[in-house]
């Protein structure tokens, strides 16, 4: 029978019913398994006042699966007794019978059998009486007819005992007509529609309660962030490139290694404390390779390598004050240096993806912090087109191909570019990076030779991401549906709503 079919005889049995109907003995005359006729209970429960219901618990003993077999054929020892002819029978015979085991005790402990060990081909079994009563048979057949009750306690339990019977409790629902009763099903609205207001229908419609007590869908959780996901892309193609990724778990550091070893000069503006965080607690950084120390120090104040540095009075307190890095430019000086110190020179390709701060003003298009992506090639004889290739390449594998260059003034790189993008979406130019080559006063100090270039270049990873991806496929990274705006201001790239 259907659900719509049970539901209406359901309804017809309930309104000819004299005060109720039994959810079980209803699913029996329908010939239903109890369990859908309670679904269909909860159905019409749902539609409020069409009936009532009130569940009942009721225990009834009931037979196992050896208990109704032995209702059947009879007790284990019962077909013992029928299997043992006049003549009897080998032990070892009866025994290889599935109810031989059980049976041969229970007839034993009942008298019915015995047993002749002295027998000259072994253990015989013979019949002690003539005929037996099987009354556990007898006891089964009542419990499986309904006349449970014309047990006592003390033979129900015996059958439990031995795992032929069990009590069951059984829930049922005594189902009565509710105060909007009607054989006819209604369908009840779930939504409150514009067009409902608009019209003014939903005056005259019927809606479904709510049900607070409903479990909610499980949220989805686990997810990378959109960035984190992107970060990855982003390190997967640098190792395609061949690079080698370079170790960025030091937030903290030193003015000496974020400004001073990349040839920027002490009173320059990002080293002011309204664009740089600097550090209370230590406040100062003490350990430094104290040659390089030195040199540096030399191409600051007094120049050298063709250089006349900057002419002013370079100060040690400054270069030891701690910062929160402004730039992964940092750990690029710093693996230069390292790089210098080998007794023999060799190519290298170095990359960093990690988090940079700034003490901006927070607003909509600022944050104190952002995660830089930089890249980094120490080779001999590369060139400014060889950095404008790689950079080509770089940005092929994002999906980014329309690249336009523009000259730009950087501290530490000569010649110095800016990288754009044109924004399909936003029919516009837009700056992705910045780039250049590492100017002889960073390098030559650290120990390279003369005849090896740098290339390098940075960019924020938000940036790139939005155009890469663009608003829609970005929502549906974050997995929201929402108003967005792509914002473009500073070294970061935001998503507003």
Known sequence: MSEAGVLETLLLRIEAADGGVDSLETASILGVDHQVLVGAVK?????????????????????????????????????????????????????????????????????????????????????????????????????????????????????????????????????????????????????????????????????????????????????????????????????????????????????????????????????????????????????????YLERVKKIHSEGGYGSQGYKYDWKIEEAQKNILRTHTTAVSARMLYKLAQQEKFTPVKYFSIDRVFRNETLDATHLAEFHQIEGVVADRGLTLGDLMGILHQFFTKLGITKLRFKPAYNPYTEPSMEVFSYHEGLKKWVEVGNSGVFRPEMLLPMGLPEDVTVIAWGLSLERPTMIKYGINNIRELVGHKVNLQMVYDGPICRLES
């Open 43 to 291: 159905s019409l429960l749902a539609l409020e006042d069409l009936i009532s219901a009130e569940l009942r618990s009721s225990k009834h003993w009931e037979l196992s699966g050896e208990g109704t077999e032995i209702a059947e054929q009879g007790s284990h020892e019962a077909r013992v007794f029928s299997s043992v002819p006049p003549e009897g029978l080998p032990q070892s015979e009866l025994m290889k019978l599935s109810f031989g085991k059980i049976g041969f005790s229970k007839a034993m402990s009942n008298k019915w059998i015995k047993v002749d060990k002295t027998h000259e081909g072994g253990p015989r079994i013979f019949r002690s009486v003539e005929n037996i009563e099987d009354q556990v048979r007898d006891k089964l057949l009542l419990v499986l007819k309904g006349n449970t009750s014309q047990l006592e306690e003390k033979e129900k339990n015996e059958l439990k005992k031995r795992k032929l019977l069990s009590e069951v409790t059984v829930k049922s629902y005594w189902i009565t007509k509710g105060s909007c009763f009607s054989t006819t099903i209604t369908k009840q609205e779930t939504e409150l529609t514009p067009e409902m207001i608009a019209n003014g229908s939903w005056k005259e419609k019927k809606f479904k309660p709510y049900n607070f007590e409903a479990l909610g869908v499980a949220p989805d959780c686990g997810h990378l962030h959109p960035l984190m996901k992107v970060r990855t892309q982003f390190r997967q193609i640098f190792l395609e490139m061949g690079f080698t990724e370079m170790p960025t778990n030091n937030f903290i550091e030193s003015s000496f290694w974020n400004f001073d070893s990349l040839f920027q000069p002490q009173q320059h503006p990002a080293r002011d404390a309204h664009d740089t965080f600097f550090i209370s607690d230590p406040a100062l950084a003490h350990e430094f390779p104290l040659e």
